[in-house]
């Protein structure tokens, strides 16, 4: 069951899948014509903060976290990019550095793309640009929905929140009654939460004891997210 009825999932999720989607055949073909694909381990940085941008990068499987380092050395993850979405590209629009870094949170299968490819089809296709400037105006929503979480909101909230968040993008070729399995460490979920890590853990054991989830090692599994969505009180 889609909790879209129940949720306003996507006032959380940047949605950047679609910004490739049905491009027209010629811009796509210069888009991609000198790509190239790694494979990264868990764990390995795609791109750091403050270096200057040589393209764009597609994750296409795996997920990637996109975070910023605070003084004391402590992430705050900003966003978890799924598989089909775009990153990196905010700073080559802006002609700036990059305002923040990316890691992967499994082992994912990132494609590159050159800067100047991914600005020639910018400048050339009318539907690229379009729904660029509809995603950017998108994630400035989510942005703001989560800035606005991070100051009104207890950690039992925050963590009610993005656990719904997360479950859905950890949902991998679903149907209606499968287990979905986020598989996220302890210190990373802290870092989406905006919390100390023994902060993630207290208040994930509360929620076993409440019978709304139960742990297997790093994975989370929701058999309640009905009740984290009451939890979490994002009106």
Not at 135 to 152: M, R, Y
Not at 159 to 188: C, F, Q, W
């Amino acid at each position: 069951m889609s909790i879209k009825s129940i949720f306003p999932i996507d006032k959380w999720d940047f949605k950047t899948e679609s910004i490739l989607a049905d491009l027209p055949a010629a811009d796509l073909e210069l888009l991609l014509s000198r790509k190239s694909e790694d494979i990264y381990k868990k764990g390995e940085i795609i791109f750091r903060e403050g270096a200057y941008p040589t393209g764009i990068f597609y994750v296409a499987d795996g997920k990637v976290k996109k975070y910023k380092v605070d003084k004391e050395g402590r992430e705050r993850i900003i966003y978890v990019a799924n598989k089909g979405e775009l990153i990196g590209y905010h700073a080559i629009l802006a002609e700036d550095r990059y305002p923040d870094s990316a890691a992967t949170l499994e082992e994912s299968r990132i494609t590159f793309i050159p800067r100047e490819d991914f600005l020639a089809v910018v400048e050339q296709s009318s539907t690229l640009g379009k729904r660029l400037l509809k995603t950017l105006s998108h994630e400035f929503a989510v942005l703001s929905n989560n800035l606005s979480a991070f100051g009104q909101k207890s950690v039992r909230e925050r963590l009610a929140l993005h656990l719904v968040i997360l479950r859905e993008k950890y949902k991998v070729d679903y149907e209606p009654g499968m287990t979905v399995e986020i598989n996220m460490s302890r210190e990373d979920l802290a870092g989406v939460v905006g919390t100390a890590r023994e902060n993630v853990v207290r208040v994930l054991t509360e929620f076993k004891e409440e019978g709304i989830l139960e742990t297997k090692g790093r994975k989370i599994i929701i058999h309640n997210v009905n009740r984290l969505i009451a939890i979490a009180d994002y009106k």
